[in-house]
C-alpha cells in the first residue's frame, strides 16, 4: 500500500467577522475593524514532537500539561497565565522557549486578514446581501493550503482541517459547506481541481481537548492581526513568524491581506 503524506491545517483567528456600514466605523472607533485567520500546516510526522516540546514547555513554567494556552489570557496574564504579571522573567523565558520550539518544528504558516471597514467601503453590495468576511476570508485560506499541498514532491497527499469549536451549529455548517463548494466547484482564482488532496471534512475540537496545533496558531495569530491593523507598531513576534509564513510562488503569497 502507497504511503500518504498527511498535513494537517489548524486553523484560530482573531477580530471578528461582524460588518457595519462606513459610517457606523467612523462614528465608533471602539468597533473591531480586523478580520484575521490564520492557520499553521503541521505535518503528521511532527504532531509528536510539537506535543512533547509544548508538554514540556508547560511542565517547566506552568507545572502542568494540562494548561491550555490562550493568546488573550497570556497578553493579559490573567487566569493561569496571572504568573507572568507577577513574574515577568518568567514571562520571558515561556516566549523565548516558545520561539525555540517554534524553530524546532518549522511550522508552514498562511494567513488571511481583512480590513473590514475598507471592504464595505469598496463593496457596499457585501454589506447589502449580509457577506460573511469570515467564510471569504477562509476561502483564501483553502487557496493557499491547496497550493501548499500540491507543492509537496510526492504524489500521495492528505490535507486535514482543524478548527476550535466554539458551539456555534450554524458556523461550523457554513464553513463545512464554503470547503464542500470549493472542493467541487473551485473559487474565482483556482478550478475545483486545485483542492483535491484537502479532506472533505472539516473537524472542530473545543478548547478542553488540549490539541497542539490549535494552540500553536492561537499564540501566533495575535501578531498576525497587529501587523495588519497597526503595521508601525513594533510587533517582534511577528518579526520573528514572518520566516514560517508560506512562499508560494510569491515571496510572501502565504499572507493575503485585503482588500488591496
Excluded at 32 to 40: I, K, N, S, V, Y
Aim: net charge positive; glycine share 4%.
Amino acid at each position: 500500500m502507497m504511503k500518504i503524506n498527511v498535513f494537517t491545517l489548524y486553523l484560530d483567528e482573531s477580530g471578528d467577522n461582524l460588518i457595519y456600514e462606513p459610517e457606523k466605523f467612523d462614528k465608533n472607533p471602539g468597533i473591531e475593524t480586523h478580520c484575521t485567520l490564520l492557520g499553521t500546516i503541521i505535518p503528521h510526522n511532527q504532531k509528536d514532537e510539537l506535543t512533547n516540546g509544548l508538554n514540556k514547555i508547560k511542565q517547566d513554567i506552568f507545572k502542568s500539561k494540562e494548561t491550555v494556552l490562550h493568546n488573550v489570557d497570556i497578553r493579559n496574564k490573567r487566569g493561569a497565565f496571572v504568573v507572568f504579571h507577577y513574574q515577568p522573567e518568567l514571562y520571558e523565558q515561556f516566549k523565548t522557549k516558545m520561539n525555540l520550539l517554534t524553530k524546532d518544528i518549522k511550522p508552514t504558516i498562511i494567513c488571511s486578514s481583512l480590513n473590514k471597514k475598507k471592504w464595505v467601503q469598496i463593496y457596499p453590495r457585501k454589506l447589502y446581501f449580509k457577506d460573511d468576511p469570515y467564510e471569504q476570508a477562509f476561502v483564501y485560506l483553502l487557496e493557499r493550503y491547496a497550493h501548499f499541498l500540491n507543492a509537496q514532491k510526492v504524489e500521495n497527499v492528505k490535507g486535514n482541517i482543524i478548527i476550535e469549536e466554539r458551539g456555534n451549529e450554524k458556523t461550523k455548517s457554513k464553513l463545512q459547506s464554503v470547503l464542500q463548494f470549493t472542493r467541487n466547484k473551485g473559487t474565482q482564482y483556482c478550478k475545483h481541481g486545485h483542492f483535491t488532496k484537502l479532506s472533505s471534512k472539516i473537524e472542530f475540537f473545543p478548547k478542553r481537548y488540549n490539541i497542539p496545533g490549535l494552540q500553536l496558531s492561537d499564540y501566533f495569530v495575535y501578531c498576525f492581526y497587529v501587523n495588519h491593523k497597526y503595521p508601525m507598531r513594533q510587533n517582534l513576534h511577528y518579526d520573528f513568524l514572518e520566516q514560517f509564513i508560506y512562499p508560494g510562488e510569491f515571496a510572501t503569497y502565504g499572507y493575503k491581506k485585503w482588500p488591496i
